[in-house]
């Protein structure tokens, strides 16, 4: 994929931006696979565009004094540094606050768009304990010294190998607090375990926010098979973390 695609346009939720009613924008291409993934066809070169960026500018202009943030996600938004950046600055000139999703591989990227001054809140995936992690993702397996992408924008499998820091680097400089942030865990039977907890609240304990989500089969997920903790399941891991992100909360899941 040579250029950025918005994929995908939500023109509301509140769910998507803590505390706002926002629109979430959906970027095309991703370095991971995750097997869980529920966005499964935006991820390769050949997801098709919905619209132009010109055509969300206008349809964002229309929402003025409705919407009061944009969320940008993916896909993998920071795939898409230059257009990414470009399309965040032409939001914010309309007063927008926005909200930008990432898996944290790419930290120059994540640490260039907040220094533009166009992020005002961060999400950032922590997918699993680092044990395990690039297989979480799809990347095979973890490898600190090795270079290079997990996988690139068009697909195509890593070969080149996982960078376990990267993700590592992202997570330190978001807790410095260069921006208000969150870290989530989608949490699926048959990939995660207490074990996962256990390493996530040694790892980023003392976090500002942090957040156990469910898995939900969108019916579009990578990899079929995989199914959802109970609520009194995800309990016991939410009481893993809270021994050091006290704050630490599960998030929609009421079943
Ligand atoms: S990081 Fe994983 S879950 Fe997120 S869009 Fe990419 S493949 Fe899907």
């Known amino acids: 994929m040579a250029k950025m695609k918005i994929c995908g346009l939500q023109k509301t939720t509140l769910l998507d931006y803590p505390g706002k009613v926002a629109a979430t924008v959906f970027l095309g291409g991703c370095n991971f696979r995750c097997p869980f993934c529920h966005n499964s066809d935006l991820l390769g070169g050949d997801a098709p565009e919905l619209m132009t960026a010109e055509e969300l500018l206008t349809f964002l202009r229309r929402r003025q004094g409705i919407l009061e943030g944009v969320c940008i996600t993916g896909g993998e938004p920071t795939l898409w540094p230059d257009d990414a950046a ?26 260039e768009l907040c220094g533009l001054g166009v992020v005002d809140y961060v999400a950032m995936d922590i997918k ?34 996982f960078r376990l820091d990267s993700i590592e680097e992202s997570a330190a400089w978001l807790m410095e607090g260069h921006v208000p942030y969150e870290f989530r865990t989608t949490t699926v039977k048959g ?65």
């Not at 003392?206 to 469910?214: A, K, L, N, P, T």
């Open 86 to 111: 470009e399309l965040m600055l032409r939001i914010k000139e309309m007063g927008y606050q926005i909200k930008l999703d990432t898996n944290g591989y790419r930290p120059q990227v994540l640490k």
């Open 128 to 161: 699993a304990g680092r044990r395990h992690y690039a297989e979480v993702c799809g990347a095979g397996r973890p490898d600190r010294a090795a270079a290079g992408a997990a996988h690139s924008a068009d697909g195509s499998s890593g070969q080149l190998g």
């Open 191 to 255: 990939i995660h375990t207490a074990e996962d907890f256990t390493d996530i609240a040694a790892w980023i304990g003392g976090c500002e926010r942090y957040f156990i989500q469910g898995f939900v089969d969108s019916g579009h997920v990578l990899k079929s098979g995989f199914s959802a903790y109970k609520r009194a399941e995800l309990d016991e891991f939410l009481d893993i973390v809270k021994k050091t992100i006290p704050g630490a909360e599960i998030r929609g899941v009421d079943y």
